[in-house]
């Protein structure tokens, strides 16, 4: 998708959007998920996304290419985050995209620090007898596996976008990509691919690429396969 200029006719706002391809340049596919991500980004106004999606889907890929491609970002994981940290950081660094990496993990204590800023733009902190408070700008963008643990008040305030599952032929092309940074060539990054989708019924590429890093010939790749598919049964011991 190339450049595009958008003109509302209500006068709400211009604006001229960098095509979706130069802020996820990593990301193979997924192109209305960009398309929207980089409106989000051109809008005036704040507006909140959350992308929801099975696990190695690109949701993190998502937030990690846009704080490497803006120095306006503040990253964080929702399990590692206390409402203290989250909102002094807010105050310290004032960022205009907020990325929230697995919000579902966020504590509910936690994830009420967000309403206030996604609804008015307005961070408060009362300690002791001092209370301060500051008016931001910020967009917040977060992913997760499941809208389960997420409070319904935060739910409300985000656009959800389900990350679409993949089909064996974006499974291939985006192996190939993936392992290309891995030096693997094209045609052993499919025989990879295939056998990880088909033998091991994964889709996940976070697969594709322990074969690529296990596997020292593709004479290895079946073995590899053969190993990667004896699962652990967490309940106590091997099924195999
Ligand atoms: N569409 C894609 N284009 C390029 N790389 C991809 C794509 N989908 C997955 N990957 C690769 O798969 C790996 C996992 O991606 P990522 O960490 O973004 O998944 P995730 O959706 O956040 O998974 P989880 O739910 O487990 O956190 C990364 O190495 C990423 O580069
Ligand atoms: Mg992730």
């Known amino acids: 998708m ?17 095509g979706p391809m130069n802020t996820f340049p990593e990301i193979v596919g997924h192109e209305e998920i960009k398309q929207i991500f980089s409106n989000a980004m051109c809008s005036k ?17 998502f937030l990690t290419q846009i704080m ?29 995209f907020l990325l929230i990496d697995e919000l ?21 902190e009362t300690k002791i007898n001092k209370t301060r408070q500051t008016e931001l700008s910020s967009w917040v963008f977060a992913t997760a596996n499941t809208c389960v643990r997420i409070i319904p008040a935060l739910l409300s305030r985000l656009v959800i976008l389900e990350v679409p599952s993949y089909n064996i032929e974006e499974f291939l092309k985006i192996a190939v990509n993936r392992l290309a940074r891995e030096n693997v060539g094209k045609d ?20 594709v690429i322990k074969v690529a890093r296990l596997s020292n010939s593709v004479e ?16 106590g011991g091997n099924n195999n």
Not at 45 to 61: M, N, Q
Not at 68 to 96: C, E, H, M, W
Not at 188 to 207: E, F, N, T
Not at 222 to 232: A, D, E, Q, T
């Open 220 to 235: 290895e790749i079946p073995f590899v396969i053969r190993m990667l598919n004896r699962k652990y049964n967490v309940d």
């Open 68 to 96: 490497r491609n803006r120095k306006d970002t503040y990253f964080v994981v929702g399990s590692n985050t206390t409402k203290a940290g989250l909102v002094n950081q807010l105050f310290q660094i004032k960022p205009k």
């Open 104 to 124: 579902e993990k966020m504590n509910v204590s936690d994830q009420t620090a967000l309403l206030h800023l996604m609804e008015t733009g307005i961070i408060s």
């Open 188 to 207: 052993i990054a499919r025989i990879i691919a295939q056998k990880v989708w088909y033998d091991l019924g994964s889709r996940d590429v976070r697969d």
């Open 2 to 18: 190339g450049n595009f200029l958008i003109k509302r006719w209500s006068g709400l706002f211009t604006r001229v959007a960098l």
């Open 45 to 61: 106004r704040p507006v909140h996304l959350l992308l929801i999606g099975s696990p190695g889907s690109a949701k993190t890929t």
